[in-house]
């Protein structure tokens, strides 16, 4: 029934700004750990930003000051706000909670 599908990956050039989204259905964002993950070609799954079900927010050092996770819980979406962005962040977002995973949106950061 669990259901994650991330948007708003695009092309940006380094210091632009993304927002991506994940659309839940089958659960309910308020209530759970969410969590954004990404994975560059050749490189192992990056864990990058948590938001708890209590609203406290934890991010990879490689992210933190740059990028915001939060959550619209009328929506039941989470989001990813990107700032400050690097040829380095480039990859494919993916948004999760527990063993549920998007089919993941792609963000390219180049000049």
């Known amino acids: 029934q669990v259901q994650l599908a991330e948007s708003g990956g695009g092309l940006v050039q380094p210091g632009g700004s993304l927002r991506l989204s994940c659309a839940a259905s089958?659960?309910?964002?308020?209530?759970?750990?969410m969590r954004w993950y990404r994975q560059a070609p050749g490189k192992p799954r990056e864990w990058v930003a948590l938001i708890t079900p209590g609203g406290s927010t934890h991010y990879a050092d490689s992210v933190k000051d740059r990028f915001t996770i939060s959550r619209d819980n009328a929506k039941n979406t989470v989001d990813l706000q990107m700032n400050s962005l690097k040829p380095e962040d480039t990859a494919n977002y993916y948004c999760n909670n527990l063993g549920w995973w998007g089919q993941g949106t792609q963000v390219t950061v180049s000049s």
């Open positions: 089958g659960i309910i964002v308020s209530t759970a750990g």
